[in-house]
C-alpha cells in the first residue's frame, strides 16, 4: 500500500483523521513479514486513534488476538460486538472479574490473589475464566517477581486441574527492545525460558507464549515465540527509528493518523517584535504569522515550540514561540498564505510534511506519546482510502 491522502471533508476548526485502510494494511503486512500470530495491541483509545475503530480494522487485517490494559477497555471492545480473542492486563483489586469472565475475555493474573479471585468469579458464573500468567523477566513493572514465580504456576496448575481456571498463556515485556545494543532484551529472553521451564515443570501447557512488543517483534525474531504483541507499529509508527538493521523501510507501512487545522489568522509583525508567552521568539526582520487554532489543551507538545514545523500550501513552516494552551504560532516568512488555509501539524510524511515522529523529536520524547496526547477538543473523523469514502464520524472529543 503507497501513502495516499485521506480523503478531504470540508476543514473545520481542528480535527484528527484516522484511515482505517492504513491499520488493516499495516496489521495485514505486519502478520506476512513475521510470519507469527499477532495481537494487536489498541490500549489507550487504540494509542489516539480509537480503540473500537482500530480494533476492528485490526480484525479486518488479520489480528488473531486484540490487546488492551483495562477492564473497561475490554468490555467496551465487547460491547461493540468484537468476539475475538482478547487479552486484558491490568485488572485492579477493587474491580470485580465477574464481568471479564462472563465476556469471555482472557485475564491476566500477576498474584496469588489475582488466581483466586478469578477462579471465584468462575465459580460464582459456572464459567471456567481463561487466564494468562504475567512474568517480570527484568521492566520491573507487572507481573510476578522471579522468586514468586513458582508458587503463582504451582497454584495455577491445581486450580487448572481442578477445572477452576484454563491457563491460557504465559507471558512478560521487555524494557529496552528498541535499543539493539542493551544487553536487556537477551538477559530477559533467557530468563522468560527459564520461567517457561518452570511452568512446564508444573504441569502447565499454555496455548501461548509471548515476550515481543512491537520493537522485539522487528528486531528480534528469537522473541517472536508464539505470539507477538504489536501497538504502535500497527498505527504505522517506527518503534525503533534510526536503529540500524532493522526491516522497517521495506515493511511500506503508512502512518493511520493526520491532524490538521484551519488557520485561523495571518497578519504581519515588525521586525523586533515578540511572540507568543514570554516572547521566547522575537521576529529579527518583518515576517508574516499565521494562528493555528490548537495547543497543549489539545495534547500538542508545549515543548515543541520553536522547534516543530507544520505543513501549509506544500511546504514546512516553523513554530515561533511558546506553545499555548488552545493557539500555535507560525512564521509564515513572505508566503503568500490566507487566512482559512489547510494545515497539517503532522501526518503520513509522503509528500514532505512533518510526521508524528518529527513532533516527537522536537518535542524531546517518543511518538508513542505524539499520538495518545492529542486529542482535548479536536474531533476524529474516520476515512476509509480504500474504498475513498469517509466512514462514520464520532461524535464528541476524542
Not at 518503534?239 to 495571518?266: D, F, K, Y
Not at 507544520?310 to 499555548?324: E, S
Not at 473523523?381 to 466512514?391: L, M
Request: proline share 6%; net charge negative.
Amino acid at each position: 500500500m503507497s501513502p495516499s491522502p485521506a480523503p478531504r471533508a470540508p476543514l473545520r476548526r481542528a480535527e484528527i483523521v484516522i484511515d482505517l485502510a492504513a491499520i488493516r494494511h499495516n496489521v495485514s503486512r505486519l502478520r506476512e513479514h513475521l510470519r507469527t500470530p499477532i495481537m494487536t495491541v489498541v490500549k489507550a483509545d487504540g494509542y489516539g486513534h480509537g480503540l473500537v475503530e482500530a480494533g476492528r480494522a485490526a480484525r479486518e487485517g488479520g489480528a488473531d488476538w486484540l490487546g488492551v490494559a483495562s477492564a473497561d477497555e475490554a468490555l467496551a471492545l465487547r460491547a461493540a460486538g468484537d468476539e475475538g480473542r482478547l487479552l486484558a492486563w491490568l485488572i485492579m483489586p477493587s474491580e470485580p472479574a465477574e464481568e471479564l469472565v462472563a465476556a469471555d475475555i482472557d485475564v491476566t493474573a500477576y498474584t496469588i490473589a489475582d488466581l483466586e479471585k478469578f477462579a471465584a468469579a468462575g465459580d460464582t458464573l459456572g464459567i471456567t475464566p481463561r487466564v494468562q500468567l504475567k512474568v517480570d523477566t527484568g521492566l520491573s513493572r507487572g507481573g510476578a517477581p522471579f522468586g514468586d514465580w513458582p508458587k503463582l504456576v504451582g497454584l495455577a496448575r491445581i486450580l487448572e486441574a481442578e477445572g477452576a481456571i484454563r491457563v491460557t498463556g504465559i507471558w512478560s515485556h521487555f524494557s529496552a527492545s528498541e535499543n539493539t545494543a542493551d544487553p536487556a532484551s537477551a538477559l530477559q529472553e533467557k530468563v522468560f525460558a527459564e520461567a517457561l521451564a518452570v511452568a512446564e515443570e508444573a504441569g502447565l501447557r499454555p496455548e501461548v507464549r509471548h515476550l515481543a512488543n512491537s520493537a522485539g517483534a522487528l528486531l528480534r525474531p528469537s522473541a517472536r515465540l508464539d505470539l507477538v504483541r504489536v501497538g504502535i507499529a500497527t498505527y504505522g509508527i517506527d518503534p525503533a527509528p534510526g536503529v540500524e538493521g532493522s526491516p522497517w523501510a521495506e515493511l511500506g507501512l503508512v502512518p493511520a493518523m493526520t491532524v490538521r487545522a484551519e488557520l485561523a489568522l495571518v497578519k504581519p509583525i515588525e521586525a523586533g517584535a515578540g511572540v507568543s508567552y514570554n516572547h521566547t521568539w522575537v521576529a529579527d526582520e518583518p515576517t508574516t504569522v499565521g494562528l493555528i487554532p490548537v495547543g497543549y489543551a489539545e495534547g500538542i507538545q508545549r515543548r515543541a515550540g520553536n522547534r516543530a514545523e507544520v505543513w501549509i500550501d506544500g511546504a514546512r513552516y516553523p513554530v515561533r514561540g511558546t506553545i499555548c494552551m488552545d493557539q500555535i504560532v507560525v512564521d509564515l516568512g513572505d508566503a503568500s498564505v490566507e487566512r482559512g488555509a489547510e494545515v497539517l501539524l503532522w501526518g503520513t510524511g509522503a509528500d514532505g510534511e512533518p510526521t508524528a515522529q518529527d513532533w516527537a523529536e522536537a518535542s524531546e520524547t517518543i511518538a508513542y506519546e505524539v499520538v495518545t496526547r492529542i486529542g482535548g477538543r479536536m474531533k476524529r473523523r474516520y476515512v476509509d482510502t480504500d474504498v475513498d469514502t469517509e466512514q462514520a464520524e464520532q461524535g464528541g472529543d476524542t
